[in-house]
């Protein structure tokens, strides 16, 4: 169980362009999703966390009119990334939290790899 | 500001050997731990939770929780190479669902 993915999984756009990734919780509701950014050999940057029905909360330095998030249901959260630029290549991971569930575990998506050539 | 410091390696070990990972936190009123393995390229998964004090074993793994000193360890039994991955620790604190990540651990299992 706890399974989560992300769609699509590799991804390369020109710059200027929109990019949306979309992140399912394939046997569980998820109450909260949360969208992190990995550049290569550094760690997890926590972009933001959005929760069902609401505006997502985005981390400091997170524009949040670039990266638009939306959690429609309590198995989809999606990422869109507008007008992309080469700096935001990066590995893009989303992980949910179980509804219900009084420990905090996450289960991450597999991630999805952005270039923006 | 939380912090979660780990020590980021390599740290080496020969298949077979006991591999000791260790994480501290700043915040005493840290609730949950949880350790995930990254493989290169890869997203985290999950691979213990620990709450209370003490150990908590699952097969080769074992998390160790000591809340008085703040440090939270996971031991790796018989080490194989398909081990070899970063380690992270995260932990939640003060009611917060949100956890603060370590920047990872390198560990190299080699035959």
């Known amino acids: 169980g706890a399974v989560v993915s992300q769609h699509p999984s590799r991804v390369i756009c020109k710059s200027g362009t929109s990019v949306k990734i979309e992140c399912r919780s394939l046997d569980f509701q998820a109450t909260t999703m949360f969208w992190y950014r990995q550049f290569p050999k550094k760690s997890l940057m926590l972009m933001a966390t959005s929760n069902e029905g609401s505006k997502a909360t985005y981390e400091q330095g997170v524009e949040k009119d670039k990266f638009l998030i939306n959690h429609a249901s309590l198995t989809l959260s999606t990422l869109t990334v507008t007008s992309a630029h080469p700096e935001d290549s990066s590995f893009y991971i989303c992980s949910a939290r179980i509804m219900g569930q009084g420990a905090n575990e996450q289960y991450f998506g597999p991630g999805t790899r952005l270039t923006v050539t | 500001q939380k912090e979660v410091e780990q020590n980021s390696g390599p740290l080496s070990v020969p298949e077979g050997a006991i591999a000791s990972l260790n994480c501290t936190y700043s915040d005493r009123g840290s609730q949950s731990f949880f350790w995930y393995r990254q493989y290169s390229g890869k997203s985290p998964e999950l691979i213990m939770s620990?709450?209370?004090?003490g150990d908590k074993e699952d097969g080769r793994f074992t998390a160790q929780l000591n809340k008085a000193s703040q440090y939270v360890s996971l031991l790796i039994r018989d080490s194989q190479p398909s081990d070899s991955a970063t380690y992270l620790c995260a932990v939640t604190s003060g009611g917060s669902y949100i956890p603060t990540f370590g920047r990872g651990t390198s560990l190299i299992v080699h035959p």
């Open positions: 620990i709450y209370s004090n």
